[in-house]
């Protein structure tokens, strides 16, 4: 559960970015529009003047980079900063290609240490992809299935212990929790399990990026010994669309894992992120952590309205 933190209050790069807004600068680089409404009224009737003069250039003075004679962090860096300790991440990068990009990363960070991976046969259609991009072999672990229901759950301790054992070498073991349907593994008994047999956990927590902050939802991947984890915050954690965060486990593999999956979102990544989708990260970020709580309760409450209801009817 987050604890009263003033930090967590503060979102540096969308208060940075909204001022940096109001200056009216005349903008003579990328991208086109230059901020210049009246050239693209198509443009300012779809999206509004105060998209278009947030939409800047990397490496803005201010925003991007420190302001200029300034010292310490620029507001990107505090940002980020601010997105590792809250999720109590090691380091944590913001990436603007969604979840996605990822499980590109992980899968070409993976493909440095082994030729092969045990993930789980449930994984998203990226992490194919991304093996595919990497030359990296999948060995497939099935998750549970509840006959019943006819879906698919996560992966068991014991089930891991076996794949691993069968496939010395692995590079990780590669998790999807929650599952698709809101099912969660045991995501600490993975980790050990994972680490005893000399590899990182990996885990896609696309789904649970609200996990964590509030005491009636699971625990975060990272909290339970996870050492990277894929978080779709645009799903469940309120940023825009396209939006999501990669977080590094302050675990046994961090040092060995860090250069990599670094060295990887470099190469995935586009040079011209937008600094919209970053702020919505940032401002994501401070509002799960102060407000997060409260409207989660009201969505638990919800959501046992909803089953009470439709338990009388049945």
Known sequence: MPQPNDRQTRAPYADALHQNAQQGWTRL??????????????L??????????????????????????????????????????????????FLTDGASQGGHAACLALRGLS???????????SVIDGAILAGLSLEFVNPNIDVALGI????????????????????????????????????????????RH????????????HFGFHPNLPTSALANGADLVISSTHKLAGSLSQSAMLHLGDGPFA???????NRALLTLQTTSPSAILFGSLDLAR?????????RIQASIDDANLARSLLAQGG
Not at 160 to 174: F, K, M, Q, R, T
């Open 29 to 42: 680089g990328v991208p086109g529009h230059q901020d210049q409404p009246s050239n693209y009224p198509a």
């Open 44 to 93: 300012q009737s779809l999206a509004g003047s105060q998209l278009l003069a947030m939409d800047i250039p990397m490496f803005t003075e201010g925003v991007d980079l420190p302001a200029a004679g300034a010292s310490g962090a620029s507001p990107l860096q505090q940002a980020l900063e601010l997105a590792a300790e809250a999720w109590g991440a090691k380091r944590t990068w």
């Open 115 to 125: 030729a092969h991976v045990v993930a789980q046969r449930s994984v998203h259609t």
């Open 152 to 195: 698919a759950h996560g992966i068991t301790p014991a089930a891991l212990d076996v794949a691993l054992a069968s496939h010395p070498g692995a590079a990780a073991a590669y998790v999807v929790t929650p599952s698709y349907f809101g099912a969660v593994s045991d995501v600490r008994e993975l980790a050990v399990v994972a680490h």
């Open 198 to 209: 000399g590899v990182p956990l990996v885990v896609d927590e696309a789904w649970g990026s």
């Open 255 to 261: 040092e060995l894992l860090e250069v990599r999956v």
């Open 286 to 294: 401070r509002d799960l952590y102060s407000l997060g709580q409260d």
